[in-house]
């Protein structure tokens, strides 16, 4: 994790702005409506290559120097984007090598983005150059906020260059091809090594990719990205330029880099977050996107993407209300973030995404969306002391921790296990559903991590994991903590091996069971439990050994043979629920484990009402976020200041609207109000 606390001084309002797609005429209407909006912060050049380098070597600022003048007359900053997601045209006729081929072998032309092979020689200097370039140029402006290298690393290459770097990659990992035999059990389908030439990338072959291949590619590919942002990193830190370094993640379905080793080379961890659910479960959402990426960040963090208008969900954009945009970026905020910065200022009027929402859209400033934006701004500067963090001590406090592990998710993305269907994220944002309905604050942390503090730690789904980890959550049950596992955990060692003897191998002594076989059901089954929970499409016959039975099967093959057991071990307790519950059993499920471990809700009567709670925490006090998803009018009565509305302790939310309270105590009840 980064080792500053990010802290601009002020909220950062704003988005990607996007000038080479427009008239100069509606560059100065575009600064007069950021003036109307306070908006302070933009990211330029983001997808700005073939226009600052027309051709290779030749460069082109002009129109970008007049661009920062003009933001900079506004007083308003920006992020400065490098553009090397987007190699331009003259850079494929030039390097064909470079571009991208699919797992299926196909080569990947231009004409979207993202047209580049990681690994190519020709790809990584012409990068370097451009970051170099910007970084001379515009390193030392004031108005410079912080980098942000590229965008959206993820583009995987299955080519030639990638093949080369992968093999020089598995030699510093192994040391020898025996090791490495040894490690990926080429010993299965005649897969042995003799050569580190023969090794490929997991391009398409005839029927299933050897697992461990798959993940170590996967690890590869993660640390080559971030070796070519750290290329990018030294050149602009060696132009001069000391301003923060940020790469926009995505979520919430991109799973391509480890986010805690890259955190460690930021000095600010950003995200881009789209929703994928319209409904409460949004709202959940923003919850989960949030507290990854502060837990990644170690602290604030910046959101660089949202999308202010719209939804997408499958094929169709639903409509982010005006309020539920406002609600959304309270929400990022209450949990972290210093920004609520958009995708993107102006909605393009032509190219790939053109419909796609913007602060202003294409009807233009004269509209219900700009007015809410304007809002927004004003918001945002009635709550400024909220983004000074707090002297010591963390942004968000929180007593129960989720386990997060990129290796997880790849490690379940293997092919031919018992359920295919499962997924790790899926897996993890059921239990922070559950957590976030129960009103509870919710930190992630690697394995090893330093969990001493936290009175409950959560391990979803993890399947394949170190012995170091199990001996580490081992520690964390002898010393006190209440672990909680869920089913398709520990049954692979890093290796992708399973751990014979009983199931899950890794961490059948510490949780007092053994699994003696997995029973998939149908995806969609459900199976009743003996105390009125519903598993469903992964079920286990488990034998409690020295773990006690809190919940049997209740029905089908396995009906009689614990489902649920919980075993004391030194101080604290493992908890193993060897299926996928419902979601409501897994919400009651940890109602009644957070209770016996004491862990807290932020303000455990407002859920009733549909009011959203979190604390965060600031130089200047402790800020009570309330958002209101409910359905009717409530007063919040307790002892703080609106910074919104300026009410003092008694505050009126109608459905929709948020306030954000500076504490004068922490003793908060609500009733519905018959205003
Ligand atoms: C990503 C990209 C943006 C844009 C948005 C659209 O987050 O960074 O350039 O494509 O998606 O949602």
Redesign the pocket.
Known sequence: MPHTQYAPGQFLFGG?YNPEQWSRETWAEDIELMRRARVNTVTIG??SWAMLEPREGEYDAGWLDDVISGLDAAGIGFFLATPTASPPPWFTVAHPDALPIRADGTAVLHGSRDTYAISAPAYREAARRIARYLGERYGTHPGLRGWHIH??YGTVDYGPHAARAFREWLRAKYGSLEALNTAWYTAFWSQRYGDWDEILPPLQTQYLHNPAQLVDFRRFNSDEMLAAYSEQRAEIHAAGSTAPMTT?F?LPTWNFLDQWSWSAKQEVVSI?H?LDTDGPDGEAHVAYGSDLTRSWAGGPWVLM?Q?ATGI?VGEQTLTKQPDRMIRNSLGYIARGSQSSLF??WRASAAGS?LW?GALVPHVGGDSQAFEAVVELGEMLEKIAEVADPPVDGVIVESQVAVVWDAEGWWSLETPHLPNDAITYSDEVRAVHRALWRGGYAVDFVPPGADVSKYRMLVVPALYAITAATADWLEDYVRAGGQLVVTFATGLADENQRIVSGGYPGMIRDLLGIRSEQIFPRANGDTVPLSNGMIGGSWTELLHAESADVVARYDAGPLRGSPAITSRELGEGTATYVSTKLEQESLDRLFSHLTSLSGVEPVFPESRAFGVEAVRRRGARGHYLFLLHHGERPVQVHGNGVDLITGEADTILLVPGQAAVVREGGRSWTITESTR
């Open positions: 990607d983001v997808f965008n959206e926009n995505m881009d789209y993407e999308n997408r995708f993107q995404e796609h």
